[in-house]
């Protein structure tokens, strides 16, 4: 059984590591730094399609994006102005992609968040970066009612 003020302290903490890490500034900093020059909403699309295998299908990204499909739309036509994207219409449906220039830009931003996680746990020792990973791990599959994948053979007790 949780304590309730435990609940509350974790919800806390969850409300502000979104916040922190979605904040339209923080987003605009980190793409300036890697020179990705996309707008926020761009970039959470870009990150969508990335963490995707470079492709979604338009509603999938309207869908995961919570945006309309007008919305979308114009998202979409910006970022292929920009070289980032590539909607490839087959039949009545249409793919999103990334291009070559719009994977480098994902790479880059991953590469950014690394840093900025690695630089978060400065400090914790290998033992807790380990614990807080499959923790946290647990709790994003716990939270998506999918099933978490097996443990590898480095972390298997």
Known sequence: MSSTGDIAAIHVALVRVVSEWSESELQRQVADAVDVALD??????????????????????????????????????????QGVVDPVRSGRTVQVQLTDAGTQAYTRLVSAGHRMVDDALHGWAPEEIAQFRRQLTRFVFALSGTAPAPPTQEESP
Not at 64 to 74: D, N
């Open 40 to 81: 926020p909403t761009a970039i959470r699309a870009l990150y969508l399609l990335g963490m995707n295998e470079g492709a979604l299908g338009f509603g999938e990204l309207a869908e995961h994006a919570a945006m309309s499909r007008p919305t979308t739309s114009k998202l979409v036509s910006r970022m292929a102005a």
